[in-house]
């Protein structure tokens, strides 16, 4: 019994003795092991992975907003939701969203508008060779944070808030202005114009004219425009031009 016992334990030596061998054999040369092999740790092999980062939660405002808009919009519906609390809603702003009409012609967006009573729809008479129209689309003309008409807007849902004690509070709104713009592809470029009503300034205060930027009053068809390179803020040109037609004024920003 004990001759067997010490003939199995030779047996194992021999064994362990033929992996060790055979480990040390795919060391190499130089007597580094392959990088599979470094990490190791009695004599089990393992490699490191990196976990995944966390996404990090939302703001308790994008959390309140979100729950808020969660009611999908229709076509030409626009909602303002208010969260009346200074601590979470640290610059008192309105959340206004809305989903745009949008087409794949100009003539049917050219027809859609002139039936909201938007008039002509500004589009480009001719365009480089290759440009494709991507879509044409029909948004609300929104009012910019310093624009008296977004003012009285927080003002009615503020009044909306306390009166129902409620601290979130959503309002669909009717549609106003119209804005529209045509976006072109040409080679993966992608060609954007943009035509919206001019935004008024609160009085005193005028924009900021940068040393790059070029202001000048150009003439096409015969109508007068002025338009406004920008290059200052962005190494991708930018041309604004601001022009009056049928007794409106309007802006037209092209980006390529």
């Not at 290759?130 to 009044?159: H, T």
């Not at 040409?186 to 114009?193: I, N």
């Amino acid at each position: 019994m004990t001759l067997l016992m010490k003939k199995k334990a030779a047996a194992a030596a021999i064994c362990l003795s033929m992996l060790l061998s055979a480990a040390a054999g795919s060391v190499g040369a130089a007597g580094r092991l392959p990088d599979k092999l470094k990490n190791k740790s009695n004599g089990i092999l393992w490699e490191e992975t990196e976990k995944p980062a966390k996404p990090a939660a939302p703001s308790p405002l994008d959390a309140l907003l979100s729950k808020a808009n969660e009611a999908p919009l229709n076509a030409g519906e626009i909602r303002a939701v208010y969260v009346n609390d200074i601590k979470i809603n640290t610059l008192d702003s309105l959340d206004i969203s809305y989903v745009p009409f949008s087409y794949t012609s100009v003539s049917k967006a050219a027809q859609k508008l002139t039936s909201m009573g938007g008039g002509a729809f500004m589009a480009p008479a001719s365009l480089p060779k290759d440009y494709v129209l991507k879509e044409a689309n029909i948004s609300p003309d929104i009012p910019f944070s310093y624009e008296e008409g977004y003012a009285q807007l927080r003002e009615q849902l503020k009044q909306q808030s306390t009166s129902a004690g409620k601290k979130v509070v959503s309002k669909m709104l009717p549609w106003s202005g119209h804005v529209t713009t045509l976006t072109y592809t040409r080679k993966g470029e992608v060609l954007s114009l943009r035509a919206e009503p001019a935004s008024k300034l609160p009085a005193g205060v005028t924009l900021a004219v940068l040393p790059e930027d070029k202001d000048e009053k150009v003439q096409v068809n015969g109508q007068e425009m002025n338009v406004h390179l920008l290059r200052a803020a962005s190494r991708q040109p930018q041309i604004a031009i601001a022009v009056e037609q049928h007794g409106r004024q309007q802006r037209v920003h092209i980006n390529g």
